[in-house]
C-alpha cells in the first residue's frame, strides 16, 4: 500500500488541523461544562486518526468509530467488499495486523485535575494501546468498556494515542494447536476460531453472512478529567407498578477517591420534580446508593398496539460541600413486567406479561444491519424499526450470534414500543471455561447489563443462541469433553445469572435459546422457546408448521432472494443466473438454492425466467411463513409467541430475511403486516371443515361481522354467508364452521377461492383468501389489470382494478427512490385497490405512469 508524496503532504496537512481542532474543541469542552457548574470533563478523542498495516512506513485516514475494512474502502485501497466476489479476496484483511493512531493536545490546567481516564467504549478485539509510546491497556473484548488512568503518561501539549489491533485469528491459531479437540464453530468461513474471542461472531460467517473479520476502534474513545468523585450510573429499578401509583428505586454508583461527605438528587425531569434526595458518606472505590421514590398515577409504558409508550427523564446529581461535581441523565419507561411460567395440562406457560396484560409477542429476529456495523446510521435503525411497528410486531429478538446494539437502536425501540429478547453474545458454539474468560464474560455483561437496563424494551435477557441444542441433539455430547458441558454450566448457569441477578433483578433470565431450562429436552414443546426448523432444513412441507404447538416459537423461517433491483447492487447482467458464481457467492446456506426450487416446484410451475425466479421466491417464502404465523396466533394462549426467523440483512445476499440489505420489503415483510394484524380472520381446513377463526390481540370485546364468500375467477359469487359476532379479547376461537363438503357441492376446487373479511364499525379490519388446491392445480386466467395514478401529498395514489383474479400483484419503480404502502396483494375482480407510493422526490406524474411497473403471478411463468 503505497502512495505518493504529494498524498502524504496532504494527509499531514489533514492531521495538523485536526490537532488544532481537537485542542479547540477541548478548550471549548472545558468551557461549558464548566459553565454549568460541573467539575467533571468528557472530551471526545475523535480527530486526527490515522491507521497502518503493522510494519508498513505508511498512515492513512481512519475514521473513528470504524473499522480497518472500513477504512481500507474509504481510502481506495479495496473495492466494494460487497460487490460480487469480493469477499474472498479480502479475506487477508482478518489476518493482519494493524495500527491506529492520533494526537491530541492537552492544556497544563487539565493536568491538574485528580484524575485523568481514557475510556474506550469498543476496541475490536486483541489491542496493546500506548500513550506517548507507553503501553496503557491491553485489551481482549470487543464487547467491553475498557477505562484506565492516563494521568501518570499524560504531559502538557501534543500526546500521542497509539492502537496496535493484532489479527483475531492469527492470535488463537497457536492455542487451538494445543487443545485435543476442537470447539464447535460450525458457521466459521474459515478457521474455526470464533469461539475463543470475545468478538461478534457473525464476522466469521454464516449461513446467510459474508466472513469479514474486522479489526478497529468501533465505538467513541474519550478523555475524562474529575476530581474526588463521579456518577458512574444511574439505574431506575422498577419495585411495584400498578396504574395507582409506580415504586421506584434510583440506584446511583458513585466512584469515589477518598473519604467524602456529599449529596445526592435524583430529578425528575418530566415531572420537573426532585424524586429523592440523600446525605451520603462515600468511600473510596465505588459507591452503590438507594433512594426510594414514587410516582402517582404513572404513565405507564405499553407495547406497540397496546398503548402508548411514554418515557420519563430522571437526572442524578452529586454535590460536595453544595457545588456540583458531576451528573447523568437516563430515559426509561414505566411498566411491570413478568415472564409468566404456570403448569398446565400441557407443561408450563411462556407468557411475556406487561402491566397486567399477557403479551402475545409478535415479531422478528434481528441481526446487525451491516457487516461493519459502525455504518448502521440512526436513520437506517429508524427505517428498520419503524417497517417493524408499522407491521403489527411487538417484539424483536436480538440474536446471540451479532452484536449489543448501539444506543440509538434501544431508545428507538423505547419510543416505539417494541420488546426485545436480548441474548448475550454465544452462539452455535461451546467455549472455554478456564477462570480468565470467565472473568472476561463477567465483565463484558456487566457492563452491558447496566448500559441497556434502563430501557423499558427490553424484557428479557438470554445466555446464548441455540447451544443447548447443539449440546443435545447435534452430536457434541457424544463427540466432544465432557468438561465442556461443564464450562457450559459455568457460564449459562452461573456467571450470567449471577450478574443479571445482582445488576438488573427485575427482568427474567433465560440460559439458552431455545430451552427448557434443563427440566426437559431443550427442543421440548411442552415449556420454554422453541426453534422449529424441520421446515426448510429437513424440507418437510409447510403444513408441518401446523403440527406444532410450541409455548412460545422463537425461531421459524424461509429464504428467499432479493429484488432485482437489490441483486444489481452487487452484479453485473452476465451473473443473473441463480447458479452463477457470483448469485452462489451471495448465497451462504449449501443447499439454499435447491431447497429454495425444491419447494418452489411443489407449489409452482417452473419459473420463466430470472427475475421471476426472483419474484415468486418472495411469494413462496411469504405464504410459508403465513401458515406457521398464522397457526401460531390461531392456538393463543397455549402459544404466545411468533417470532420468525429473520428481519433483516447484513448484506445484500438470498436469506431468510423479510426485508433485504438496501431496505427493501420483501413479500414477507407486507404479508406480516396482514398476518400479524391487531384483529386477524384466519380460515383453515380441519376434519373435513373450514373453520373460521378470528384472534384478537385487542384489550377490549369487539362487536364485528364475520363476512364469507366463495368466489370463481371470474368474481362470480357462487355461495355467501355472513354473521355477526363479538370478538373476544386477547383470544382465538373459531367463530363459523362449514362443512368442505356443503360449500364446495358441485363446485371445481380447482376454479374457486374463499373471500373472508371481518369487519368492525363498518370497516374491514382483516381480511384473507383461502385456495383449496396448491397454486399450480389451479385454473387461473391471466387477468387484465388497469391502473389509476393520481398525485397525492408526498407521492402518488394508485388504484388498480382487475377483470380477473390477480395473484400476488407487485408494484415496483425501479428508476424512482420511493416506497409503496402495499404490495404483494390479491385483486378481486370488481374491487379496487388504492395503494401509495410515498417519494421525496419530485416526479412528474407522467413520468411515474410511464415507468410504473406491475407484476402479477400469471407474468412469472
Same mark, same amino acid.
Given at each position: 500500500?503505497?502512495?505518493?508524496?504529494?498524498?502524504?503532504?496532504?494527509?499531514?496537512?489533514?492531521?495538523?488541523?485536526?490537532?488544532?481542532?481537537?485542542?479547540?474543541?477541548?478548550?471549548?469542552?472545558?468551557?461549558?461544562?464548566?459553565?454549568?457548574?460541573?467539575?467533571?470533563?468528557?472530551?471526545?478523542?475523535?480527530?486526527?486518526?490515522?491507521?497502518r498495516e503493522a510494519g508498513k512506513d505508511t498512515w492513512y485516514l481512519a475514521t473513528v468509530p470504524g473499522c480497518v475494512h472500513t477504512d481500507l474502502l474509504n481510502n481506495k485501497l479495496i473495492d466494494d467488499p460487497f460487490w460480487r466476489d469480493n469477499e474472498q479476496k479480502q479475506q487477508w484483511i482478518g489476518k493482519t495486523d494493524w495500527e491506529y493512531q492520533t494526537t491530541f493536545n492537552v492544556a497544563p490546567e487539565m493536568l491538574k485535575h485528580e484524575n485523568l481516564e481514557l475510556v474506550f467504549e469498543g476496541l475490536d478485539t486483541y489491542a496493546n494501546v500506548f500513550l506517548n509510546d507507553a503501553s496503557l491497556l491491553n485489551a481482549d473484548n470487543m464487547f467491553r468498556t475498557w477505562r484506565t488512568d492516563c494521568k501518570r503518561l499524560l504531559k502538557p501539549g501534543a500526546n500521542t494515542l497509539r492502537i496496535r489491533f493484532r489479527s483475531p485469528i492469527n492470535e488463537v491459531l497457536p492455542l487451538m494447536a494445543k487443545l485435543s479437540y476442537q470447539l464447535p464453530a460450525g458457521n466459521d468461513q474459515? =478457521?474455526?476460531?470464533?469461539?475463543?474471542?470475545?468478538?461478534?461472531?457473525?464476522?466469521?460467517?454464516?449461513?446467510?453472512?459474508?466472513?469479514?473479520?474486522?479489526?478497529?476502534?468501533?465505538?467513541?474513545?474519550?478523555?475524562?478529567?474529575?476530581?474526588?468523585?463521579?456518577?458512574?450510573?444511574?439505574?431506575?429499578?422498577?419495585?411495584?407498578?400498578?396504574?395507582?401509583?409506580?415504586?421506584?428505586?434510583?440506584?446511583? =454508583?458513585?466512584?469515589?477517591n477518598s473519604n467524602t461527605s456529599a449529596t445526592i438528587i435524583v430529578d425528575n425531569l418530566t415531572d420537573k420534580s426532585i424524586a429523592a434526595k440523600r446525605e451520603v458518606n462515600l468511600t473510596p472505590g465505588s459507591n452503590r446508593v438507594a433512594l426510594d421514590f414514587v410516582i402517582a398515577r404513572p404513565a405507564l409504558w405499553w407495547p406497540n398496539g397496546l398503548g402508548a409508550h411514554p418515557l420519563y427523564s430522571f437526572k442524578a446529581r452529586l454535590l460536595i460541600n453544595g457545588k456540583s461535581i458531576d451528573e447523568t441523565t437516563t430515559r426509561t419507561g414505566v411498566r411491570s413486567l413478568e415472564l409468566r411460567q404456570q403448569r398446565d395440562e400441557s407443561g408450563k406457560s411462556?407468557?411475556?406479561?406487561?402491566?397486567?396484560?399477557?403479551?402475545?409477542?409478535?415479531g422478528g429476529n434481528w441481526i446487525p444491519a451491516d457487516s461493519f456495523p459502525t455504518r448502521i446510521s440512526k436513520d437506517k435503525?429508524?427505517?428498520?424499526?419503524?417497517?417493524?411497528?408499522?407491521?403489527?410486531?411487538?417484539?424483536?429478538?436480538?440474536?446471540?450470534?451479532?452484536?449489543?446494539?448501539?444506543?440509538?437502536?434501544?431508545?428507538?425501540?423505547?419510543?416505539?414500543?417494541?420488546?426485545?429478547?436480548?441474548?448475550?453474545?454465544?452462539?452455535?458454539?461451546?467455549?472455554?471455561?478456564?477462570?480468565?474468560?470467565?472473568?472476561?464474560?463477567?465483565?463484558?455483561?456487566?457492563?452491558?447489563?447496566?448500559?441497556?437496563?434502563?430501557?423499558?424494551?427490553i424484557v428479557i435477557w438470554v445466555g446464548n443462541n441455540e447451544i443447548e441444542s447443539g449440546w443435545f441433539h447435534w452430536g457434541w455430547k457424544e463427540q466432544l469433553p465432557a468438561k465442556l458441558w461443564d464450562d457450559y454450566l459455568k457460564i449459562f448457569y452461573g456467571v450470567l445469572p449471577e450478574v443479571c441477578a445482582?445488576?438488573?433483578?427485575?427482568?427474567?433470565?433465560?440460559?439458552?435459546?431455545?430451552?427448557?431450562?434443563? =427440566?426437559?429436552?431443550? =427442543?421440548?414443546?411442552?415449556?420454554?422457546?422453541?426453534?422449529?426448523?424441520?421446515?426448510?432444513?429437513?424440507?418437510?412441507?409447510?403444513s408441518e408448521y401446523e403440527k406444532q404447538f410450541p409455548r412460545f416459537m422463537s425461531e421459524y423461517g424461509f429464504q428467499s432472494f432479493p429484488q432485482l433491483e437489490t441483486?444489481?447492487?452487487?452484479?453485473?447482467?452476465?451473473?443473473?443466473?441463480?447458479?452463477?458464481?457470483?448469485?452462489?457467492?451471495?448465497?451462504?446456506?449449501?443447499?439454499?438454492?435447491?431447497?429454495?426450487?425444491?419447494?418452489?416446484?411443489?407449489?409452482?410451475?417452473?419459473?420463466?425466467?430470472f427475475e421471476s425466479f426472483l419474484y415468486v421466491s418472495q411469494v413462496l417464502q411469504a405464504e410459508g411463513i403465513k401458515i406457521g404465523a398464522e397457526h401460531l396466533r390461531r392456538i393463543m394462549p397455549h402459544n404466545m409467541g411468533s417470532l420468525f426467523w429473520q428481519i433483516n440483512d447484513c448484506w445484500p445476499v438470498a436469506s431468510w430475511s423479510s426485508i433485504d440489505y438496501t431496505g427493501r420489503w420483501k413479500a414477507l415483510q407486507y404479508y406480516a403486516r396482514r398476518f400479524y394484524s391487531e384483529i386477524l380472520v384466519s380460515p383453515h381446513e380441519e376434519n373435513g371443515n373450514l373453520n373460521v377463526f378470528v384472534v384478537s390481540d385487542r384489550l377490549q370485546p369487539a362487536a364485528a361481522q364475520l363476512n364469507l364468500s366463495l368466489l370463481d375467477f371470474e368474481g362470480n359469487k357462487l355461495w355467501s354467508q355472513q354473521k355477526d359476532i363479538e370478538v373476544a379479547p386477547l383470544n382465538s376461537r373459531a367463530y363459523l364452521t362449514v362443512p368442505l363438503n356443503t360449500l364446495l357441492a358441485g363446485k371445481d376446487a380447482k376454479g374457486v377461492f374463499l373471500f373472508t373479511e371481518v369487519l368492525v364499525g363498518g370497516k374491514q379490519v382483516s381480511s384473507n383468501e383461502h385456495f383449496f388446491q396448491p397454486y399450480k392445480n389451479l385454473s387461473l386466467p391471466r387477468p387484465q389489470i388497469k391502473t389509476d395514478v393520481l398525485p397525492a401529498r408526498g407521492g402518488f395514489k394508485v388504484t388498480l382494478f382487475a377483470d380477473k383474479f390477480a395473484r400476488a400483484v407487485y408494484l415496483s419503480a425501479p428508476n424512482y427512490t420511493g416506497f409503496f404502502a402495499d404490495n404483494y396483494f390479491d385483486l378481486i375482480p370488481g374491487q379496487k385497490v388504492e395503494v401509495e407510493f410515498r417519494t421525496g422526490a419530485a416526479i412528474a406524474p407522467n413520468d411515474f405512469r410511464s415507468k410504473l411497473k406491475i407484476r402479477t403471478m400469471a407474468d412469472a411463468f
Open positions: 500500500m503505497q502512495v505518493n508524496r504529494q498524498m502524504n503532504k496532504g494527509k499531514l496537512r489533514w492531521a495538523v488541523l485536526a490537532l488544532v481542532v481537537f485542542t479547540s474543541h477541548t478548550s471549548q469542552s472545558q468551557t461549558n461544562l464548566r459553565s454549568k457548574g460541573i467539575a467533571k470533563i468528557k472530551i471526545p478523542v475523535q480527530t486526527g486518526w490515522q491507521f474459515g =478457521e474455526k476460531t470464533s469461539p475463543h474471542t470475545r468478538k461478534a461472531p457473525y464476522q466469521y460467517g454464516w449461513d446467510w453472512g459474508p466472513r469479514f473479520v474486522t479489526s478497529g476502534i468501533w465505538r467513541p474513545v474519550s478523555l475524562e478529567a474529575w476530581d474526588k468523585a463521579r456518577v458512574d450510573d444511574l439505574h431506575i429499578l422498577p419495585k411495584q407498578v400498578t396504574a395507582a401509583v409506580a415504586s421506584l428505586t434510583a440506584e446511583v =454508583e458513585v466512584v469515589a411462556f407468557t411475556f406479561v406487561i402491566n397486567g396484560v399477557p403479551v402475545f409477542a409478535k435503525y429508524r427505517q428498520l424499526l419503524e417497517s417493524v411497528r408499522d407491521t403489527n410486531m411487538n417484539m424483536l429478538r436480538v440474536w446471540g450470534g451479532g452484536i449489543y446494539e448501539r444506543n440509538d437502536f434501544y431508545e428507538l425501540c423505547d419510543e416505539m414500543g417494541i420488546l426485545v429478547w436480548q441474548d448475550f453474545m454465544f452462539g452455535c458454539s461451546l467455549y472455554p471455561g478456564d477462570q480468565a474468560f470467565l472473568d472476561n464474560v463477567r465483565q463484558e455483561a456487566s457492563d452491558n447489563v447496566k448500559r441497556l437496563r434502563n430501557h423499558p424494551s445482582s445488576l438488573d433483578p427485575s427482568r427474567p433470565y433465560w440460559p439458552s435459546s431455545p430451552s427448557s431450562k434443563l =427440566e426437559d429436552d431443550p =427442543e421440548s414443546q411442552k415449556m420454554g422457546d422453541l426453534h422449529y426448523w424441520q421446515v426448510w432444513h429437513a424440507s418437510l412441507p409447510f441483486v444489481n447492487t452487487y452484479t453485473v447482467p452476465a451473473d443473473h443466473d441463480i447458479k452463477s458464481p457470483v448469485m452462489m457467492a451471495h448465497q451462504r446456506h449449501p443447499r439454499g438454492n435447491q431447497l429454495i426450487r425444491e419447494y418452489m416446484l411443489r407449489e409452482y410451475p417452473e419459473p420463466k425466467d
